[in-house]
């Protein structure tokens, strides 16, 4: 039974930093796929970024393109965002995932196969 727990979240003040955290349970962490999701009050859950098995290859929306950065630790069956230079429309609960069978470059919520309870961003204009 996979888990993933994310951790990091909090107040922050637009312009500011925080790092997401999300350590996975089980065995062959290395071999998915793991994603970053966001879910903003009245709006649908939105892709955020996504990681290949070995973190070489990455990918991000629009949105968060330069300002956010996606990594992974398999040795320690972790998967980081850090965000940097943070919005007010960045607030939202952030959701982990990891994808089964998918490709880092699928972006849809579907294709996703666990997830986290989610952590609230909140940023402050």
């Known amino acids: 039974q996979v888990q993933l727990v994310e951790s990091g979240g909090g107040l922050v003040q637009a312009g500011g930093s925080l790092r997401l955290s999300c350590a996975a349970s089980?065995?062959?962490?290395?071999?998915?796929?793991m994603g970053w999701f966001r879910q903003a009050l009245g709006k649908e859950r939105e892709f955020v970024a996504s990681?290949?098995?070995?973190?070489?290859?990455?990918s991000y929306a629009d949105s968060v393109k330069d300002r956010f950065t996606i990594s992974r630790d398999n040795a320690k069956n972790t998967v980081y965002l850090q965000m940097n230079s943070l919005k007010a429309e960045d607030t939202a609960v952030y959701y982990c995932?990891?994808?089964?069978?998918?490709?880092?470059?699928?972006?849809?919520?579907?294709?996703?196969?666990?997830w986290g309870q989610g952590t609230q961003v909140t940023v402050s204009s």
């Open positions: 089980g065995r062959t962490f290395s071999r998915y796929v």
């Open positions: 995932a990891q994808s089964t069978n998918g490709q880092y470059y699928y972006r849809s919520a579907g294709t996703y196969d666990y």
């Open positions: 990681i290949s098995r070995s973190g070489g290859s990455t």
